[in-house]
């Protein structure tokens, strides 16, 4: 154990204790004695030593901790330093007597309980699901999840497995619970934090190569979509297609936000899909608000005897829920016409057209319900909170948007609805 000198201040070099090390992996390192200087009321100067350590209490806080351990005369230096590492001591061994750590499971559901409200619930279940890979966890201390046990566990799921995104994931929320103990010091260190840095789990991808349905492609994709899929699914699409929704918002389309007089829906803050955060109103193309919405509410209203459900586009499977999964029908898709798409590229598509029908950046922006006051709109964001646009401009630019994909699709006969 050695010491440095430095005007006035006498540093102890941490020790090779492993539980210290643990207790201040993520804090600061470091416990010391220092020599302070102050006046006494008859004007002398007096020298005190100064012990300066960190504290971890039984409620898991750290405190900084300063204590006298006596005048300068009265004591040697080596007689410091062995009073100064007795408190050191005497620190960590009320780490170990406190309570203990928590476990796992009681880390997440606390984590859970703390951010009800800010997440979906189909975002908790796919949470639920990952930790059910470390079941055999739930009931360790978290201290005893090691980075070996973390990495095993990341390769047998991603390698042996074949599941790489799902290994992934399950990095993701395990280190949000672990960054949230270590915050809240109620854990020494987040042992994910080395597993992701190693596999570069949140290392930024390469940007997604747009994929769109092209204007060639347009007449089959039409086609396909008509002939080849059940009717939910066929609209569904559709109002990816000519809205540009993404298709959490799509799959979540409810009576109570539409109005048929103006066709117009209300987007609220709060719902999925909606990154603005904040309430706006979309005005609904003609061909969809005649041809999806208008049948759909005919429909609904003989099942319900005369009454509309809650969802625009109800599950064919599951009464009373809504249709919000098209995956199935893009694998269809691509069986038909080998044509390889998402739902995210239906929004490219619908970008793509309004970009060479409108040639207004903002306005396709606007189109895509993007938040202009994010990042990427840093440079422009000044100039757009003084651009305004009306409603019949914003109509008008979305049923432009929709002739041109209407013009594309019927480039051959269009096909009867299935």
Not at 11 to 27: K, M, Q
Not at 128 to 151: A, I
Not at 167 to 185: G, N, S, T
Not at 269 to 282: I, P
Request: with cysteine; glycine share 6%.
């Amino acid at each position: 154990m050695g010491f440095k000198y430095k005007d006035d201040i006498v540093s102890l070099e941490c020790p090779e204790d492993r539980a210290f090390i643990e207790v201040w992996h993520e804090v600061q390192e470091g416990f010391g004695v220092r020599i302070m200087r102050r006046n006494s009321r008859n004007g002398k100067i007096k020298r005190t030593y100064l012990a300066r350590y960190k504290k971890l209490d039984k409620e898991g806080i750290v405190a900084d901790r300063k204590e006298a351990i006596g005048l300068v005369s009265e004591m040697g230096f080596d007689d410091a330093k062995k009073a100064a590492y007795a408190l050191y001591q005497a620190s960590t061994g009320a780490r170990k007597s406190g309570a203990e750590v928590r476990t796992l499971k009681a880390a997440y559901d606390d984590y859970l309980a703390v951010r009800k409200g800010l997440i979906a619930p189909d975002t908790v279940s796919g949470y639920d699901t990952r930790m059910q890979l470390v079941q055999d966890w739930l009931d360790m201390p978290l201290t005893d999840v090691t980075e070996t046990m973390l990495t095993d566990r990341y390769m047998r799921i991603s390698r042996d497995e074949g599941h790489l995104r799902t290994a992934k994931m399950l990095l993701a929320v395990l280190h949000a619970v672990y960054a949230r103990e270590v915050r809240a010091r109620r854990c020494p260190h987040n042992p994910v934090a080395f597993v992701t840095s190693e596999h570069k789990i949140y290392e930024k991808p390469r940007s997604r190569e747009a994929r769109f349905v092209k204007e060639r492609e347009m007449p089959i994709f039409w086609q396909s979509i008509h002939t080849r899929l059940h009717p939910c699914a066929r609209d569904f699409l559709l109002v990816m297609l000519f809205t540009g929704f993404r298709e959490s918002l799509a799959g979540g389309l409810t009576w109570d936000n539409y109005d048929f007089n103006t066709r117009t829906y209300r987007v609220q803050a709060q719902v999925r899909g909606n990154k603005k955060k904040e309430t706006f109103y979309f005005p609904i193309p003609e061909y969809i608000a005649e041809n999806v919405f208008q049948k759909r509410a005919a429909e609904q209203r003989m099942k319900y005897s005369g009454n509309l459900g809650k969802w625009i586009i109800e599950s064919y499977k599951r009464r009373g829920q809504p249709y919000k999964d098209a995956r199935g029908s893009f694998r269809a898709i691509l069986t038909d016409t080998h044509i390889d798409l998402s739902d995210h590229d239906l929004r490219d598509t619908f970008a793509t057209i309004a970009r060479r029908v409108l040639r207004d950046t903002l306005l396709v922006s606007r189109l895509l319900t993007h938040n202009l006051n994010a990042s990427d709109y840093d440079q422009m964001s000044t100039t757009t909170d003084y651009i305004g646009i009306e409603d019949d401009e914003f109509r008008s630019a979305v049923e432009r948007v929709s002739a041109e994909i209407l013009r594309a699709a019927t480039a051959a006969k269009q096909p009867e609805a299935a």
